[in-house]
């Protein structure tokens, strides 16, 4: 049994099988603070997967070859992301920045789930990342994941 079956395994609904994919990446894949700091990291979901840490390219893609290996349709967005609400500036002249954040849209239930398995996988703490589950960024209200997540662009795959 591959990955992505054990971690779908007796999930008949694909909304259920979006959110064990996001559950799993979000507690065993630790953001990697060294990486990102020195900017040698790895993205590709493989080596995400084999290292059990990278940045937010390597968690979309991760998320994205496990939901696809699971048969769900799956994008990696790219966008800009902001630990506070979205400025102005950005909101109203996105094309002005460079996009510095990736994350997940997966087709179930006849719409577009979005989520970001990153930021619900926890946060950095005095230069090392602290494992803090949580859903908050799992499937919320559009006006909510607007607040702090501005989409740029698509990688579709299938």
């Not at 087709?107 to 926890?122: K, L, P, S």
Request: with cysteine; hydrophobic share 40%; aromatic share 12%.
């Amino acid at each position: 049994m591959n990955l992505a079956e054990s971690i779908t395994k007796g999930l008949a609904a694909d909304f259920d099988r979006v959110k064990a994919v996001h559950d799993w990446v979000a507690k065993n894949i630790a953001y990697d603070v060294e990486g990102y700091n020195s900017g040698e990291y790895v993205c590709d979901a493989l080596n995400v997967l084999h290292a059990r840490k990278g940045v937010c390219q390597g968690y979309a893609d991760l998320c994205a070859a496990l939901l696809r290996a699971a048969g769900v349709k799956t994008k990696v967005i790219h966008g800009i992301a902001t630990w506070e609400p979205m400025p102005e500036d950005i909101k109203k002249n996105p094309q002005n920045y460079s996009s510095n954040h990736a994350w997940n849209e997966a087709y179930a239930g006849g719409r577009w789930v979005v989520f970001d398995a990153t930021w619900d996988a926890g946060g950095v703490a005095d230069g090392k990342f602290i494992f803090n589950y949580t859903t908050e960024y799992f499937d919320p209200e559009p006006g909510v994941f607007a607040i702090d997540h501005l989409k740029k662009g698509v990688d579709e795959y299938r």
